[in-house]
């Protein structure tokens, strides 16, 4: 089976990108054709500053491989060392209706809040599908906030194989249910737009500042406390097996819990949980050369795969005039 998915290197990646998609990611890569990439042209929807976007990149470069991604169980590059995708974005946009495109919550949420939104915004969905119908992408692993667009994926491949004939694979969304929305310190999605997310490679300080900043609610020490939509509860449960869960939930309805010793211990579990990557990571930074090379050699496999899509979409749409 293909796996595909990208993230975009538009921030710090956090504990809600790890379990929604990295981490899923990195586990198909033993038994399926893995692709994976780097998205910064879509990241140039959000970020306008070039040093951070470069800087932001070979970050989240250096996140992936220290987390497990082996470059020789799959294929890793940066979106744009394959700029075979602007092209298909091209292509697919004629067979994108204006309707599809107004209905995504990524543009109407710009424009309800009265932030103007750009042409890139109004447009991201097209160059998603692009991404992912180069490269034959059968299953995409995501959270859930990306659902609609994998449903305009799939909508731009049946219209255009409809209209052009049998050109490309039709993706499936892979969403798993109990990480599918990983909620941030405020209880909003954790988000790298919202500055309420756990960093995977926080500093020590920082990373406790966070985690005593998670809001709880104001039941006193001497009762249960609540587990439904508990937002302590729900990341601590992420770093726990379901024994794990269980003992967890017993100790939140035992009358006594304090959130504050909660919040200490889970600091320790997830400066614990990461400490074996954020070692390799730091080896990663310094060993700039090795991960540039592997991008790049990433990038000539993915070109290859890629030109033999492009190739079809073009016939099949006609720009070939000289056959
Ligand atoms: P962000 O919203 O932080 O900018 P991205 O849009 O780059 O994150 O998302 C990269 C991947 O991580 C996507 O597959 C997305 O669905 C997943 N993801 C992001 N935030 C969460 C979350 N809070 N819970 C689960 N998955 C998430
Ligand atoms: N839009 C996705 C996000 O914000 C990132 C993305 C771009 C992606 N291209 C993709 C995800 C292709 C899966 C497949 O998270």
Not at 21 to 47: D, G, P, W
Not at 111 to 119: E, L, R, T, Y
Request: include cysteine; aromatic fraction near 10%; hydrophobic fraction near 40%.
């Amino acid at each position: 089976m293909r796996v595909l998915s990208g993230i975009q290197p538009s921030g710090n990646l956090h504990i809600g990108n790890y379990f929604g998609m990295m981490k899923r990611m990195i586990e198909y890569q033993e038994n399926n054709e893995l692709f994976c990439f780097l998205v910064n042209y879509h990241a140039l929807t959000s970020v306008f500053d070039g040093d951070a976007l470069r800087q932001r990149t070979f970050e989240a470069a250096c996140d992936f491989l220290a987390l497990g991604l082996d470059p020789n169980k799959s294929v890793f590059w940066v979106q744009s060392d394959v700029p075979e995708v602007t092209e298909l974005t091209w292509l697919l946009s004629n067979v994108t209706g204006m309707g599809l495109l107004e209905r995504c919550h990524s543009y109407k949420d710009k424009m309800a809040k009265g932030i103007p939104a750009s042409h890139g915004l109004f447009s991201y969905p097209v160059l998603m599908a692009a991404d992912i119908l180069l490269f034959g992408g059968e299953k995409v692993p995501v959270g859930k906030d990306q659902k609609q667009h994998l449903e305009v994926a799939r909508d731009i491949a049946l219209r255009f194989n409809h209209t052009y004939g049998e050109t490309f694979v039709i993706p499936e969304p892979d969403i798993a249910e109990d990480v599918a929305m990983v909620p941030g310190i405020d209880g909003q999605k954790m988000s790298k737009s919202y500055d309420n997310t756990i960093e995977i490679f926080a500093d020590e300080k920082s990373l406790r500042e966070k985690i005593m900043r998670i809001k709880t609610d104001s039941t006193p020490v001497d009762q249960p406390k609540p587990i439904e939509d508990n937002i302590l509860f729900d990341i601590y449960c992420l770093f726990l097996d379901q024994k794990g869960r269980e003992d967890l939930k017993d100790r939140f309805l035992t009358p006594g819990l304090k959130y504050g010793e909660v919040k200490k211990e889970l600091f320790a579990v997830i400066w614990e949980y990461f400490a074996p990557y954020r070692q390799k990571r730091e080896q990663l930074v310094k060993d700039r050369a090795t991960v540039l090379e592997v991008l790049r050699q990433g990038a000539q496999k993915a070109r290859q795969v890629a030109a033999v899509y492009l190739e079809k979409a073009r016939h099949n749409v006609g720009l070939d005039y000289w056959n």
